[in-house]
Nanobody, 120 residues
Framework: QVQLVESGGGLVQPGGSLRLSCAASGSIANIYSMGWYRQAPGKQRDLVTTISSGRSIYYVDSVKGRFTISRDNAKNTVSLQMDSLKPEDTAVYFC??????????????WGQGTQVTVSS
């Protein structure tokens, strides 16, 4: 069984910063990539950023220069530093991992989501 547990999030004023963290645990053989998605009210869940095991990184254009993803392969954790936050960043943020379990199955696993609200 695999679990992804997120921490961080909350309420911040425009221009402020927040840091999200996510830890994967359980019967994990290998994590290929980890990332963050977000879902605003009434909208679909969208990709924000991903990082591979080799630390190849992708950012959606709207967060480039403001968000920084990092990963600790030894601890199976991924973090998202969010700076210069804007009201349009308000959403529920989900941690995601594409991994292989010890039983050999491969797929996407998700955290429970954490609310980020940017408002004055």
């Amino acid at each position: 069984q695999v679990q992804l547990v997120e921490s961080g999030g909350g309420l911040v004023q425009p221009g402020g910063s927040l840091r999200l963290s996510c830890a994967a645990s359980g019967s994990i053989a290998n994590i290929y990539s980890m990332g963050w998605y977000r879902q605003a009210p009434g909208k679909q869940r969208d990709l924000v950023t991903t990082i591979s095991s080799g630390r190849s990184i992708y950012y959606v254009d709207s967060v480039k220069g403001r968000f920084t993803i990092s990963r600790d392969n030894a601890k199976n954790t991924v973090s998202l530093q969010m700076d210069s936050l804007k009201p349009e960043d308000t959403a529920v943020y989900f941690c995601q991992a594409h991994l292989k379990t010890e039983r050999g199955s491969r797929g996407d696993y998700w955290g429970q989501g954490t609310q980020v609200t940017v408002s004055s």
